[in-house]
């Protein structure tokens, strides 16, 4: 096993992430056991909607008394970030067959959208996206299942700060990208948005602001050409 994670980057970025997803993934159980939902409504969760981010929010809504409606439109809203990351990856990682690419949508995480983009060969695309896939969603719902039983004693993953391994595997994979200047004004300008939203939105929406960046990247109509 360590020979395979020393000569293969991509498991071993894998793994990593994991052992990170993991932890979360204990809190995630202990927290939802904690506001009263039964064990077999939490594995339920992150078997059917496998979010973290979204199921964090459900959880915190359903606490403050929230109505299912409302928890259902929340999760839609936060999740709404996954169509540009459907657009930004393609079909051809997903794979050929419908079955295979309803599987890999719904394996669709921050994550593994963002291993796939940092390799430059498509058959190591694949690769990576159905590992990342693969491997979130069997650690995510082994261990939101064991916090779920374990208890509250678990507490919150940024007691531990493994909850910044997520935003900074994310950051370790981009930054590679951010060769052209037009992907360096985009970056800057997303980031900017999202940290000026950050304080007067709900938790993931300023992210969907931040796409409004993407404009910087269309093209600029040549005026002596539409004078023509």
């Given at each position: 096993?360590?020979?395979?994670?020393?000569?293969?980057?991509?498991?071993?970025?894998v793994?990593?992430?994991?052992?990170?997803?993991?932890?979360v993934?204990?809190s995630?159980?202990?927290i939802?056991?904690?506001?009263?939902l039964?064990l077999?409504?939490?594995?339920?969760m992150?078997?059917?909607?496998?979010?973290?981010?979204a199921?964090?929010?459900?959880?915190?809504?359903?606490?403050?008394?929230?109505?299912?409606?409302?928890?259902v439109?929340?999760?839609?809203l936060?999740?709404?970030?996954?169509?540009?990351?459907?657009?930004?990856?393609g079909?051809q990682?997903?794979?050929?067959?419908?079955?295979?690419r309803?599987?890999?949508?719904?394996?669709?995480?921050?994550?593994?959208?963002?291993?796939?983009l940092?390799?430059?060969?498509?058959?190591?695309?694949?690769?990576a996206?159905?590992m990342?896939?693969?491997?979130?969603?069997?650690?995510?719902?082994i261990?939101?299942?064991?916090?779920?039983?374990?208890?509250?004693?678990?507490g919150?993953?940024?007691?531990?700060?493994?909850?910044?391994?997520?935003?900074?595997?994310?950051?370790?994979?981009?930054?590679p990208?951010?060769?052209?200047k037009?992907?360096?004004?985009?970056?800057?300008?997303?980031?900017?948005l999202?940290?000026?939203?950050?304080?007067?939105?709900?938790?993931?929406?300023?992210?969907?602001v931040?796409?409004?960046a993407?404009?910087?990247?269309?093209?600029v109509?040549?005026?002596?050409?539409?004078?023509?």
């Amino acid at each position: 096993m360590r020979s395979i994670l020393r000569t293969d980057p991509i498991a071993r970025d894998v793994t990593a992430l994991c052992a990170a997803g993991v932890v979360v993934g204990l809190s995630f159980g202990a927290i939802a056991s904690a506001a009263g939902l039964p064990l077999s409504q939490i594995i339920a969760m992150s078997l059917v909607v496998y979010a973290g981010g979204a199921q964090f929010l459900a959880v915190g809504l359903a606490g403050a008394g929230a109505t299912a409606l409302a928890i259902v439109l929340a999760g839609l809203l936060l999740n709404a970030r996954h169509l540009p990351f459907g657009l930004a990856i393609g079909s051809q990682p997903l794979g050929d067959t419908r079955t295979a690419r309803l599987l890999g949508s719904h394996l669709m995480t921050d994550e593994s959208v963002a291993f796939a983009l940092a390799q430059d060969d498509p058959a190591r695309r694949r690769r990576a996206y159905w590992m990342t896939g693969i491997g979130l969603f069997v650690t995510w719902n082994i261990a939101s299942a064991v916090g779920a039983v374990a208890g509250s004693a678990l507490g919150d993953p940024a007691t531990f700060g493994i909850d910044a391994a997520f935003p900074a595997a994310l950051l370790a994979l981009t930054l590679p990208s951010l060769k052209d200047k037009v992907a360096v004004k985009v970056a800057l300008a997303g980031a900017a948005l999202a940290l000026l939203t950050t304080p007067f939105l709900p938790a993931g929406l300023p992210v969907l602001v931040a796409l409004v960046a993407l404009a910087l990247a269309l093209p600029v109509p040549n005026k002596k050409k539409a004078e023509r």
